[in-house]
């Protein structure tokens, strides 16, 4: 007896070992009730009045399947299907259309850090330079484009859109990861969905890793409690998020902190014993309203009384505001920024300032910048996808146009100068001693 849409159901757990010819007739449904859907959608049909949403006209649809292969079955011309595996099937085949789709298998499988969508051909990176092509999750651009306009119409942030007239989508998955998606402006549309660390990475895993060396794992924390104000920079994938996640967790749990991002990333909110209040930027609905910036929220934060702000990412209209919150009492702010060595990240945040609406001169951006921040970290990448902290730089002054630093730390040669004195007093009052770090003994 096949199951009505409201019957209970067996997660597809249920089942320990799924024959086979079961998993592919749950694969070939989902492809015939997305083909069935696309079709009815692209035709302009119109809902029934008892079947409003997707999930019901794809059940409405499994549950026909369900009936003819049973009918194949008692003539021998099918395998049949016990209770168990009807079940089974049905779930599978809803989580397909209904749930992520055909991503669901890659998001599910371990390892996958980055998934990437060009038209139908697909590729998954491991990272570490490990990168390997998977068969097509899609067999047309049509059906690319109808699965993420799904996925965007049920975005957790709410409702985004995806056409010729909006063809650049940045949306969460209801998993944390990030989704973005072009067409209109390639050959074929594209996906590129970025996933967060299985496991929270600490400091000491990322010093194993061979990111950090011991005695710039030390200046870092030094640098976080004694509310330095730092900025990292590097190239997309560098690990820029992974090292700020990693540093916020030293912030004293009693210290109010506001993070902002255009997606929830560095989920310091999710630990019950920290005050901090995650804040998340939103793009304009589908009427192309009630857009919120980064901008806007830092400004807003400001007015909440934060001790320290951080930001996951810096590029534009809220580089004037961050900067101006690091000079107004929140010191031990932090934030990233795309960059391609230490000295590029002070130059892009200059840059920032200037393309801002406030319009600063490079002269009022120099000088803030250097009011502003205290450290400069950068994280580079190398052929083989290895990431170390490549250089640290401490900003100490400002001549013209020119932001003055000195650069502390390199990686082939550890640090080479030691911190100016007004930081390491700083650092000092913390309990750390800044002249281990010439003698490699910080730890």
């Not at 089974?88 to 055909?102: A, E």
């Not at 998340?280 to 929220?297: F, K, W, Y």
């Not at 450290?375 to 900003?395: F, K, P």
Request: net charge negative; with cysteine; hydrophobic share 40%.
């Amino acid at each position: 007896m096949t199951p009505t849409p409201s019957s209970p159901q067996p997660a597809p757990t249920a089942l320990r070992h799924v024959p086979e010819h079961v998993r592919d007739l749950a694969h070939h449904w989902a492809d015939q009730v997305t083909d069935t859907l696309v079709r009815r959608s692209t035709d302009g049909d119109h809902l029934d009045p008892g079947q409003t949403s997707r999930r019901e006209r794809a059940d409405s649809l499994v549950s026909v399947l369900l009936e003819e292969h049973a009918c194949r079955a008692l003539t021998g011309a099918a395998h049949p299907l016990d209770e168990h595996e009807e079940a089974w099937v049905r779930t599978r085949v809803l989580s397909q259309v209904c749930g992520l789709g055909p991503l669901e298998e890659l998001l599910a499988e371990p390892g996958i850090r980055d998934i990437h969508i060009n038209g139908t051909r697909v590729w998954v990176d491991f990272g570490g330079g490990q990168r390997e092509e998977r068969p097509p999750i899609t067999s047309t651009d049509t059906e690319l484009i109808a699965l993420v306009q799904r996925l965007a119409a049920q975005a957790p942030g709410g409702e985004r859109r995806f056409d010729a007239s909006a063809p650049l989508l940045s949306m969460e998955l209801t998993d944390g990861a990030r989704l973005s998606a072009v067409m209109g402006v390639s050959r074929h549309p594209a996906v590129t969905i970025r996933r967060h660390p299985e496991r929270e990475l600490t400091l000491t895993d990322l010093t194993a890793s061979g990111m950090l060396t011991k005695p710039v794992r030390a200046l870092l924390v030094a640098a976080v409690r004694a509310r330095l104000n730092v900025v990292i920079g590097g190239a997309t994938g560098s690990g820029k998020t992974t090292l700020l996640r990693a540093l916020a967790r030293h912030i004293p749990h009693d210290e109010h902190v506001i993070t902002i991002e255009d997606a929830y990333e560095l989920a310091l909110d999710s630990d019950p014993d920290r005050n901090c209040l995650a804040l998340q930027g939103r793009p304009p609905n589908t009427e192309g309203a009630g857009e919120i910036t980064l901008a806007d929220l830092l400004r807003h934060a400001l007015r909440m009384s934060p001790d320290r702000v951080i930001v996951g990412e810096t590029r534009g209209q809220e580089t004037v505001a961050l900067l101006h919150a690091m000079t107004m009492g929140t010191d031990g702010s932090m934030a990233t920024v795309h960059a391609s060595s230490s000295e590029q990240i002070l130059t892009k945040l200059a840059t920032y300032a200037n393309q801002a609406r406030d319009r600063l001169t490079l002269e009022e951006s120099a000088i803030l910048i250097s009011s502003a921040v205290h450290l400069a970290v950068y994280i580079d990448t190398d052929a083989h996808g290895t990431r170390r902290v490549a250089g640290i730089r401490e900003i100490v002054g400002c001549d013209g146009p020119r932001v003055v630093t000195n650069e502390i730390h390199t990686a082939e040669h550890g640090f080479v100068l030691p911190l100016s004195p007004p930081y390491a007093r700083k650092l000092v009052r913390t309990g750390f001693d800044p002249t281990t770090l010439l003698t490699g003994s910080g730890a």
